[in-house]
């Protein structure tokens, strides 16, 4: 816990993991918020990769991708074609 790496990797999980948070924490209320998933969902991908790519500076990122499929695997698991025609029917 006193070397400097340390924390620096812990900065880079906090980094990427935050904008996964902050997604969770807007969405978990007692008020409807199906529609603000879909809004939020893309913006926080793209989070996501830019505080990833942030702290590897590489074009190509096996950590990216693997993040990226746990991700879309959750997001397929628990998205239907009945949660989307909800989606569209609710417009903000």
Not at 25 to 43: I, K
Not at 52 to 64: A, F, G, L, S
Not at 85 to 90: I, K, T, V
Request: aromatic share 14%.
């Amino acid at each position: 816990m006193l070397y400097d790496l340390w924390w620096d990797k812990i900065n880079y999980f906090i980094a990427f993991t935050d904008q996964i948070y902050d997604m969770l924490r807007v969405t978990d209320t007692d008020t409807p918020s199906f529609n603000l998933v879909y809004d939020m969902w893309g913006t926080m991908i793209e989070k996501v990769k830019s505080a990833i790519y942030r702290h590897e500076e590489k074009r190509e990122n096996e950590q990216y991708g693997v993040i990226h499929q746990i991700l879309k695997d959750r997001w397929n698991k628990g998205n239907t074609l009945l949660q989307c025609l909800a989606h569209s029917l609710n417009s903000r």
